[in-house]
T-cell receptor
Framework: LAKTTQPISMDSYEGQEVNITCSHN???????ITWYQQFPSQGPRFIIQ???TKVTNEVASLFIPADRKSSTLSLPRVSLSDTAVYYC??????????FGAGTQVVVTP | DSGVTQTPKHLITATGQRVTLRCSPR?????VYWYQQSLDQGLQFLIH???????AKGNILERFSAQQFPDLHSELNLSSLELGDSALYFC????????????FGPGTRLLVL
């Protein structure tokens, strides 16, 4: 599995857009990029997944450049409840997830 | 609510003991995954079962074992417990073998004294 690198923490104010960039230089051809959110003492929650270009759902957007060596999770207009740890993962066809340290996002008023 | 249930929510036991953690996947999901989350190791993949068969192993100790039953629920057995086994244990499920999206349960918090 490709190793991922993402910032340890990010701070933001309510209503701002938060962009978290993750690098995955060794991503394989068939790997997907997946982001999870985790609140303290809760299980991770799936946010978004993509293979290339741009993916958007009701909570986030995922931007993946052509070389797929990085990806950016975009959280529009964050609120206090978006304070959590965000994990970037590269998932292979066998479903095995390898979590890194994640990015602690803190949203303040 | 992900639809994945785990019991018990909390478990306190002593070193050397054996415990069983239970997981019920979302309705219709055939795959079950187990993860361990501790402060110093983060979230670690332990093992994956699909429709009753073991599919992949991660950082699972020999003292730990798991199985998936015909009704698709799964159990993780932890034996000869050590202080370092204290952690949150998560179960996740997905519809198929190798399905990329996994749905996590609320976890079982194990404390070994």
């Amino acid at each position: 599995l490709a190793k991922t690198t993402q910032p340890i923490s990010m701070d933001s104010y309510e209503g701002q857009e938060v962009n978290i960039t993750c690098s995955h230089n060794n991503i394989a051809t068939n790997d997907y990029i997946t982001w999870y959110q985790q609140f303290p003492s809760q299980g991770p929650r799936f946010i978004i997944q993509g293979y290339k270009t741009k993916v958007t759902n009701e909570v986030a957007s995922l931007f993946i450049p052509a070389d797929r060596k990085s990806s950016t999770l975009s959280l529009p207009r964050v609120s206090l409840s978006d304070t959590a740890v965000y994990y970037c993962l590269v998932t292979d066809s066998w479903g095995k997830l390898q979590f890194g340290a994640g990015t602690q996002v803190v949203v303040t008023p | 609510d992900s639809g994945v249930t785990q019991t018990p929510k909390h478990l306190i036991t002593a070193t050397g003991q054996r415990v069983t953690l239970r997981c019920s996947p979302r309705s219709g999901d055939l795959s079950v995954y187990w993860y361990q989350q501790s402060l110093d190791q983060g979230l670690q993949f332990l093992i994956h079962y699909y429709n009753g068969e073991e599919r992949a192993k991660g950082n699972i100790l020999e003292r730990f074992s798991a199985q998936q039953f015909p009704d698709l629920h799964s159990e993780l057995n932890l034996s000869s417990l050590e202080l370092g086994d204290s952690a949150l244990y998560f179960c996740a499920s997905s519809p198929r073998d190798g399905e990329e999206t996994q749905y996590f349960g609320p976890g079982t918090r194990l404390l070994v004294l």
